[in-house]
T-cell receptor, first 113, second 113 residues
């Protein structure tokens, strides 16, 4: 079956521009997570959505980062006024619910020049 | 957050068993032990998880010490495709931020033909 998909796969942007990253979770999965992975580093949790509940935003590094999940399915991570330190691979994952294993997408590689 | 300690790297020969250790001396009674792996240029992939008893699935086995302060991921017959970074993660009860996956640096496994 279809896994988690993310778009674009690569994004190059200029410092100060806004970017939107998209995640299509596995159909039927109620939980959705965003992580980022900087070069040579482990994964850093950003935000978590569960059904219609308020998202857990505890991992967002600054108020330039925000995310939405529309209709309990597709999610968009928005980074405003991008900085060079935002360069990383942004990974999305979904799971049947919070207690189940997470399935990860291939990620979006963001490069801020 | 409950922490895990893993060796930075390990080497194995193809078709031989691999034992990947993980120490988690501060584990709490409600923490599950999760293992994920990340192949080069891919998102992480769920491997296995357990609470107290040893667990087996098609990918691997998880051996958990009686005091739960350590565990070992066992790949019964390593293949070249098993070369990846393996993450041992403690995951608390599924409410609140303790349910999030906190990734450390993991163990980079190299498999020699």
């Amino acid at each position: 079956g279809a896994g988690v998909s993310q778009s674009p796969s690569n994004k190059v942007t200029e410092k100060g521009k806004d970017v939107e990253l998209r995640c299509d979770p596995i159909s039927g999965h109620t939980a959705l997570y965003w992580y980022r992975q900087s070069l040579g580093q482990g994964l850093e949790f950003l935000i978590y959505f569960q059904g219609n509940s308020a998202p857990d935003k505890s991992g967002l590094p600054s108020d330039r980062f925000s995310a939405e999940r529309t209709g309990g399915s597709v999610s968009t991570l928005t980074i405003q006024r991008t900085q060079q330190e935002d360069s990383a691979v942004y990974l999305c994952a979904s799971s049947f619910d919070r207690s189940h294993e997470q399935y990860f997408g291939p990620g979006t590689r963001l490069t801020v020049t | 957050d409950a922490k895990t300690t893993q060796p930075n790297s390990m080497e194995s020969n193809e078709e031989e068993p691999v034992h990947l250790p993980c120490n988690h001396s501060t584990i709490s009674g409600t923490d599950y032990i999760h293992w994920y792996r990340q192949l080069p240029s891919q998102g992480p992939e769920y491997v296995i998880h357990g609470l107290t008893s040893n667990v087996n699935n098609r990918m691997a086995s998880l051996a958990i010490a009686e005091d739960r302060k350590s565990s070992t991921l066992i790949l019964h017959r390593a293949t070249l495709r098993d070369a990846a970074v393996y993450y041992c993660i403690l995951r608390g009860n599924y409410g609140g931020s303790q349910g999030n996956l906190i990734f450390g640096k993991g163990t980079k496994l190299s498999v020699k033909p």
